[in-house]
């Protein structure tokens, strides 16, 4: 993913931490691994520290549920990472008015 955003503009990487645990004690470690990962694309992979969100989520429940039907919490830690783009540049490229020829142009009736 790094090699594929080199030379672009409009996007973020949001870089997500999980982690067992409870409270305050949760999110920090979630935290430390989500900022482990930060600073290797931007020491490996000279990703620009800018282009990166950071978010430490703790224990908080996976998507999705259990066979019981309950929300599932994770064991163990992880860390995730997302490619947001803006195409609003290819959006305003691509939306501009269309150009009409005099050929093209209807006559009222």
């Known amino acids: 993913m790094a090699n594929g955003v080199k030379g672009q503009r409009g996007y973020i990487i949001e870089v997500q931490g999980f982690s067992s645990g409870k409270g305050q004690t949760a999110i920090t470690n979630s935290q430390k691994m989500a900022e482990s990962v930060v600073r290797y694309m931007v ?8 282009r990166i969100y950071l978010v430490g989520m703790g224990n908080a429940p996976v998507a999705g ?3 019981n039907g309950q929300t599932k919490h994770i064991s163990g830690g992880r860390v995730e990472i997302s490619l947001l783009k803006n195409d609003l540049e290819q959006l305003s490229s691509n939306s501009s008015a269309p150009t009409t020829t005099p050929d093209q142009q209807q006559q009222p009736k």
């Open 43 to 50: 020491l490996n992979n000279e990703i620009p520290v800018y």
């Open 65 to 67: 549920t259990d066979e």
